[in-house]
């Protein structure tokens, strides 16, 4: 492994990655961890031509903080399509648009890429019990991966998560507690219950592994264009993990000089859980900035209080970026956007990449020239009743008909009439 230190985002203190660090001893869950790698150790072992094939995400173990004799969950995460999207970049006045599509992970979202590493981490340290809060994803992540190894999980979701993620954690045998309050309240129960009952936290910016896991999207979207750096990737924002992910994998690529250029990051952010969105626009300092009141269509993106703030902040700062907000009526509408012009059916917080490219389009943060990748992070599946308010919103319902052919006649369809 060649992971170096751990470096705490607030005080910059480093310390060493033993087996019982989540985040800097003088800062508590504020001080989420940084973690740094030897990139001289990683060339000298890997080239990426060398990389080996199969088994996903772990294609890029020599870039992942696991020992060598780490075993990881069977379920295999990653290797998600990166597709190219004309119709959707006609649509938006743009002309090299690409979506990399996590709805096909093996539970359905992005998530997958750090439950994963949660797993292999927590088998690492011989945890026999894992847990995590979350709006629902990472927690049907945690409950598939953990399925998949055998391996027991506690998760704590706020009460209002949809039904759909809940049966699916249920489905894979996971013990689910849902907390009497918001996501946030579910996240600080579950950094006392793993404290006092000693699990293994997956818990997302609380534990520095999770942005490592997903930072493979950003290796995958490169090495599937040849190496070659997008000019724009964006993405959804709740705790801005994903997006930090998606900065450290970019990072890593570039000190190893497998890129050759850093693309500037675009945040989506709800307008109703607009913390990042709102701190950048002010020029506010997340350090000491409060809580907000969140609430949005898209569940997965409702957070009071980002835990990943600071390297969410990073991310777009250093690399030019920005963020933009979208609502709830535009986040609906993207639902059918996006499934007509790619056949991608995202939940509402992986189409709400979509608009908010159209809004970043209309405030010139990209223009046609732009080589862009969007990533959706979610599958449509997760949140029926939201895809029924999309389809509803866009005027669309289901003919009744009877049983007969007749009363298909009587509706004077496209190409009726024509055929024998
Ligand atoms: C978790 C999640 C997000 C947001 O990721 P953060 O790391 O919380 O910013 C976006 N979309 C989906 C589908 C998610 O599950
Ligand atoms: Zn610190």
């Known amino acids: ?41 990683i060339s000298a072992s890997c080239r990426r031509e060398e990389l080996q094939d199969g088994q996903g995400m772990w294609r890029y173990r020599p870039l992942l903080p696991l020992r060598a004799d780490t075993p990881v969950p069977p379920l295999r995460v990653g290797a998600t399509p990166l597709i190219q999207a004309d119709r959707l970049a006609a649509e938006l006045g743009l002309h090299r648009l690409w979506v990399k599509d996590e709805g096909v992970q093996p539970t359905g979202s992005l998530k997958d890429r750090a439950s994963a590493m949660a797993v292999a981490k927590a088998r690492e340290v011989g945890a026999e019990i894992i847990c995590t809060a979350s709006t629902g994803n990472a927690a049907a992540a945690l409950a598939g991966l953990c399925a ?17 993620k809940v049966a699916q954690m249920l489905a894979y045998g996971a013990t689910v507690l849902l907390v009497e309050g918001d996501y946030d309240q579910a996240f600080d129960l579950c950094l006392q219950a793993a404290d006092h009952f000693a699990w293994y936290n997956r818990n997302t910016a609380f534990n520095p592994y999770m942005a490592e896991g997903k930072k493979t999207v950003s290796l995958e979207i490169c090495e599937q264009r040849g190496w070659q750096a997008p000019d724009v990737v964006m993405v959804s924002v709740g705790d801005g993990c994903i997006l930090a992910g998606v900065h450290k994998g970019l990072s890593d690529l570039l000190a190893l000089g497998w890129i050759d250029k850093m693309p500037r990051l675009l945040g989506v952010q709800a307008a109703g859980s607009n913390y990042l969105a709102e701190a950048w626009a002010r020029g ?4 000491d900035k409060t809580a907000i009141c969140p609430g949005t269509v898209a569940d997965s993106l409702s957070v009071g209080l980002p835990r990943d703030r600071l390297k969410a902040m990073r991310a777009i700062e250093r690399t030019g970026g920005a963020f933009v907000q979208v609502d709830d009526e535009a986040i609906l509408q993207a639902i059918p956007t996006l499934a007509r012009l790619t056949g991608i059916f995202a939940e509402p917080a992986g189409a709400a990449v979509v608009a908010g490219l159209k809004v970043a389009a209309s405030q010139g943060l990209v223009t046609a020239d732009d080589d862009i990748v969007i990533i959706n992070t979610g599958n449509g599946l997760k949140d029926v009743g939201s895809a029924r308010r999309s389809v509803t919103l866009a ?15 009587a509706l004077g369809l496209a190409g009726a009439g024509g055929a024998k």
């Open 395 to 409: 005027g669309d319902s289901a003919y009744m008909v009877a049983a007969d052919l007749s009363a298909v006649e």
């Open 284 to 287: 506010e300092d997340v350090n």
């Open 148 to 164: 998949s190894d055998g391996l027991p999980c506690v998760i704590f979701v706020p009460e209002s998560a949809p039904p759909a």
């Open 1 to 41: 492994m060649h992971v170096r230190r751990l470096k705490c985002m607030r005080c910059g203190a480093h310390h060493e990655p033993n087996d019982h660090i989540y985040v800097c001893s003088c800062h508590g869950p504020d001080g989420i961890l940084d973690v740094e790698y030897d990139y001289a150790a």
